[in-house]
């Protein structure tokens, strides 16, 4: 008896879990449908949301898994004050750790506001799935 309640006590948590995962970082699935739909459009928002070249772009492109990673990374990079390639490489060390590890990593706090506006929503598509509700995934 005692079993049965510990192991139905113990599926309840994990979908509880699961369901507020599942709400960070929701606006991701919409983000990444939109960004490769439009490619170059995608590349030329980055350009200008964040004020960089082309091969920065492509150099953090090709070294993430989505669009909304790279938009993250940017993020990251802009909200920890530091160069991108240090967010990549903590990107790449904490590779299915969660963007509340890495970030903490980058000295921000993963309960400060800040952290907690770029889960809810991005920037790069004013009006159009800011606040995205798909099921994205904290982790990258």
């Given at each position: 008896m005692k079993r049965t309640i510990f192991f139905a006590l113990s599926i309840v948590l994990l979908f509880a879990a699961?369901?507020?995962?599942a709400q960070d970082f929701a606006w991701?699935?919409?983000f990444n449908i939109q960004a490769?739909?439009?490619p170059s459009g995608f590349r030329a928002r980055l350009a200008t949301r964040f004020r960089?070249?082309?091969a920065?772009?492509?150099?953090?492109?090709?070294?993430v898994s989505s669009p909304a990673d790279a938009y993250i990374v940017f993020?990251?990079?802009?909200?920890?004050?530091r160069p991108t390639d240090q967010v990549l490489r903590e990107y790449k060390s904490s590779k299915g750790k969660?963007?509340?590890v890495i970030a903490k990593s980058l000295g921000i706090?993963?309960?400060s506001k800040e952290f907690h506006e770029l889960k809810r929503s991005q920037d790069l598509y004013n009006g159009q799935g800011s606040k995205g509700k798909g099921k994205g995934k904290g982790k990258h």
């Amino acid at each position: 008896m005692k079993r049965t309640i510990f192991f139905a006590l113990s599926i309840v948590l994990l979908f509880a879990a699961s369901a507020q995962a599942a709400q960070d970082f929701a606006w991701v699935n919409d983000f990444n449908i939109q960004a490769q739909a439009d490619p170059s459009g995608f590349r030329a928002r980055l350009a200008t949301r964040f004020r960089i070249g082309d091969a920065q772009i492509s150099a953090v492109i090709g070294n993430v898994s989505s669009p909304a990673d790279a938009y993250i990374v940017f993020r990251l990079g802009e909200m920890s004050h530091r160069p991108t390639d240090q967010v990549l490489r903590e990107y790449k060390s904490s590779k299915g750790k969660g963007w509340g590890v890495i970030a903490k990593s980058l000295g921000i706090k993963p309960g400060s506001k800040e952290f907690h506006e770029l889960k809810r929503s991005q920037d790069l598509y004013n009006g159009q799935g800011s606040k995205g509700k798909g099921k994205g995934k904290g982790k990258h």
